[in-house]
Antibody, heavy 118, light 110 residues
Framework: QLQLQESGPGLVKPSETLSLTCTVS??????????WGWIRQPPGRGLEWLGN???????YYNPSLKSRITISVDTSKNQFSLKLSSVTAADTAVYFC????????????WGQGILVTV | QSALTQPASVSGSPGQSITISCTGT?????????VSWYQQHPGKAPKVLIY???NRSSGVSNRFSGSKSGNTASLTISGLQAEDEADYYC??????????FGGGTKLTVL
């Protein structure tokens, strides 16, 4: 059974870089049939898509974050990562990693989420 | 990009049917049928109910159904049950190769 697990610091200082990792188990991140992405949810608020990537290297980002966000993959560790620079209190949120089927809108697998406070 | 528009809240009694709308622009829906719906209980990760407008995810009750007409997608829940009380979000692929969520709808089962 596929599982995704977010990890990283739960507290980040303003102006610093938020760094999170999503470890994938029960499946290969190198499968061509999927995209891997990050979605966040500020406390008491709705979901916001941050970006996603394919293991081949193609990445897509939310335009509102484009200058601050980087998503990368480490196929040797079966992990992908999120870096968000110059954070402010507005970046405080639960961050989820998730998998989407290629050529589909099905975000079918999600991690449990990790709360990051700025 | 702006969130898709959903009602903030809907309610219904057990056994009734409710519909949650999700409205955007033609660019928000990108000309594709990549609209999905997610259920989220407090403190939990979202769970996909419907993907690609009207495809029910594996294991999801047939009480949940999706549709789309023009720039409005809809999620219908029939035979409301107490465990359906949760937040619901729509999601769509846009013409800019990005994804956008709706603002979310809180469903209360009376």
């Amino acid at each position: 059974q596929l599982q995704l697990q977010e990890s990283g610091p739960g507290l980040v200082k303003p102006s610093e870089t938020l760094s999170l990792t999503c470890t994938v188990s029960g499946g290969s991140i190198s499968s061509s049939g999927y995209f891997w992405g990050w979605i966040r949810q500020p406390p008491g608020r709705g979901l916001e898509w941050l970006g996603n990537m394919h293991y081949s290297g193609s990445t897509y980002y939310n335009p509102s974050l484009k200058s601050r966000i980087t998503i990368s993959v480490d196929t040797s560790k079966n992990q992908f990562s999120l870096k968000l620079s110059s954070v402010t209190a507005a970046d405080t949120a639960v961050y989820f990693c998730a998998r989407r089927n290629y050529a589909s809108g099905n975000w079918g697998f999600w991690g449990q989420g990790i709360l990051v406070t700025v | 990009q702006s969130a898709l528009t959903q009602p903030a809240s809907v309610s219904g009694s057990p056994g009734q049917s409710i519909t949650i709308s999700c409205t955007g622009t033609s660019s928000d829906f990108g000309g594709y049928n990549y609209v999905s719906w997610y259920q989220q209980h407090p403190g939990k990760a979202p769970k996909v109910l419907i993907y690609d407008v009207n495809n029910r995810s594996s294991g999801v009750s047939n009480r949940f159904s999706g549709s789309k007409s023009g720039n409005t997608a809809s999620l219908t829940i029939s035979g409301l049950q107490a465990e359906d009380e949760a937040d619901y979000y729509c999601n769509s692929y846009t013409s800019s190769n990005t994804w956008v969520f709706g603002g979310g709808t809180k469903l209360t089962v009376l």
